[in-house]
């Protein structure tokens, strides 16, 4: 009798599986077994990483987003109209870093905000590249536009006069009242007639004695080159001479037409040994480089006051010019008109009337002390008719050569 109820195996042994037992092939068998599986990560630990993952983009997104809308508006900031509605002028000295510069135009009110006109000045490159000066900033000008400027360096200029005729002295002045120019006035003045006549340019900050220089150096060379081009047989003996004449001729008279002949009056005067008996010399005399006063006529005892200047009283020049004179007086004494004229009196107009001879001119002198004459009966009459009174109505003419 079977006691093994399975019907298979030996001593009552079931096999390892219910199913049929398959034979493994020669590959089969000789295969490695599979290894055990690593542990599968939980679902709360792979929510933590999306979760820190998603956080770190989110916030790299934000950072890029407000840094765009920053330059967006910042850029628009920079550009758009500044809110000085009058404009201003704006010194930037030297060395002045962009943060100290963009303070001092957000204080000044040209500017709304320092910080993004530091920012725009880096954001172009232009850190070192603005330029000291003064700068003249235009109404509702933006920061950009400011930046431009004062990368340009066109500052605002300047501008001296000195016109034809001043004495140094009265020169010198001009420059030491000149608020925008710096520093002290020379410590020596300069020569009489040695300061060009003319009309400088300069920024804020240029000195006093740059000026005085360019003003000797410019008169120095054109003093040189008119007097290299000359008429021959001038009856000048040098240089210094050719100036004090040239001086005196720029005080008798300011038309451009008038300068070559009234040279030649003074040059045929000092060809034949005669007095100048000009006027200017007699002012100069009494009163130096300072000038007359404006209400300080010149009187009859005047002309006979000894003094080294008074061409009434001495023969030949000065001992020195008289003033600065311009190129027009100088070309004149240079290159003076072919004429015999020997006198020049006013005409009542501005201008003069010449003659060759003594007479002529005395006919010359009876006109014009007629028309002062009837100048001062006229004003008198007008006086009279308006109820006011005028004792020094008319004037005369001391100047005329005699």
């Known amino acids: 009798m079977n006691t093994n109820p399975a019907g298979n195996g030996e001593f009552g042994q079931r096999p390892p599986t219910s199913g049929p037992i398959v034979p493994k092939t020669a590959s089969e068998a000789l295969r490695p077994e599979a290894g055990t599986p690593p542990p599968k990560r939980s679902r709360a630990s792979r929510s933590q990483v999306v979760v820190f993952m998603n956080f770190v983009i989110s916030s790299v997104m934000l950072v890029v987003l407000a840094a765009g809308v920053a330059v967006y508006f910042g850029k628009q900031e920079f550009t758009e109209p500044g809110p000085s509605a009058n404009g201003d002028t704006f010194l930037v000295k030297p060395n002045t870093g962009v943060q100290d510069i963009a303070d001092q135009l957000e204080r000044r009110g040209l500017i709304s905000d320092a910080r993004v006109f530091r920012l725009g000045v880096r954001a172009f490159g232009n850190d070192s590249a603005l330029k000291a000066g003064e700068y003249e900033i235009k109404p509702r000008a933006s920061m950009r536009d400011i930046m431009e400027l004062l990368k340009s360096g066109k500052s605002v200029m300047y501008s001296l006069t000195i016109p034809e005729g001043?004495?140094?002295?009265?020169?010198?002045?001009?420059?030491?009242?000149?608020?925008?120019?710096?520093?002290?006035?020379?410590?020596?003045?300069?020569?009489?007639?040695?300061?060009?006549?003319?009309?400088?340019?300069?920024?804020?900050?240029?000195?006093?004695?740059?000026?005085?220089?360019?003003?000797?150096?410019?008169?120095?060379?054109?003093?040189?080159?008119?007097?290299?081009?000359?008429?021959?047989?001038?009856?000048l003996a040098n240089v210094?001479?050719?100036?004090?004449?040239?001086?005196?001729?720029?005080?008798?008279?300011?038309?451009?037409?008038?300068?070559?002949?009234?040279?030649?009056?003074?040059?045929?005067?000092?060809?034949?040994?005669?007095?100048?008996?000009?006027?200017?010399?007699?002012?100069?005399?009494?009163?130096?480089?300072?000038?007359?006063?404006?209400?300080?006529?010149?009187?009859?005892?005047?002309?006979?006051?000894?003094?080294?200047?008074?061409?009434?009283?001495?023969n030949g020049l000065?001992?020195?010019?008289?003033?600065?004179?311009?190129?027009?007086?100088?070309?004149?004494?240079?290159?003076?008109?072919?004429?015999?004229?020997?006198?020049?009196?006013?005409?009542?107009?501005?201008?003069?009337?010449?003659?060759?001879?003594?007479?002529?001119?005395?006919?010359?002198?009876?006109?014009?002390?007629?028309?002062?004459?009837?100048?001062?009966?006229?004003?008198?009459?007008?006086?009279?008719?308006?109820?006011?009174?005028?004792?020094?109505?008319?004037?005369?003419?001391?100047?005329?050569?005699?």
Not at 191 to 200: F, I, K, R, V
């Open 166 to 235: 001043l004495t140094v002295d009265q020169a010198l002045q001009r420059i030491a009242e000149e608020t925008a120019l710096s520093g002290d006035m020379p410590a020596t003045t300069p020569p009489e007639g040695s300061l060009a006549t003319d009309t400088l340019r300069f920024t804020r900050g240029a000195t006093r004695q740059q000026m005085v220089d360019k003003l000797l150096a410019d008169q120095k060379k054109l003093v040189d080159d008119v007097w290299e081009r000359r008429a021959p047989d001038l009856p």
């Open 240 to 314: 210094e001479e050719f100036v004090t004449l040239a001086s005196i001729v720029e005080k008798e008279t300011g038309k451009g037409d008038e300068r070559s002949r009234v040279a030649a009056v003074f040059l045929n005067r000092l060809a034949k040994g005669m007095r100048l008996q000009s006027d200017p010399t007699i002012i100069y005399g009494l009163f130096g480089g300072k000038g007359k006063p404006a209400d300080r006529p010149i009187y009859q005892s005047d002309i006979q006051k000894q003094t080294p200047y008074n061409t009434y009283v001495i």
């Open 318 to 402: 000065p001992p020195t010019p008289i003033a600065n004179p311009g190129r027009a007086a100088l070309e004149a004494v240079a290159n003076p008109s072919k004429t015999a004229d020997l006198y020049f009196v006013a005409d009542g107009t501005g201008g003069h009337v010449f003659a060759a001879t003594l007479d002529e001119h005395n006919e010359n002198v009876a006109r014009y002390r007629a028309l002062l004459k009837k100048q001062a009966d006229d004003a008198a009459k007008a006086a009279k008719t308006t109820g006011t009174g005028d004792s020094n109505a008319g004037g005369g003419d001391a100047g005329a050569a005699q």
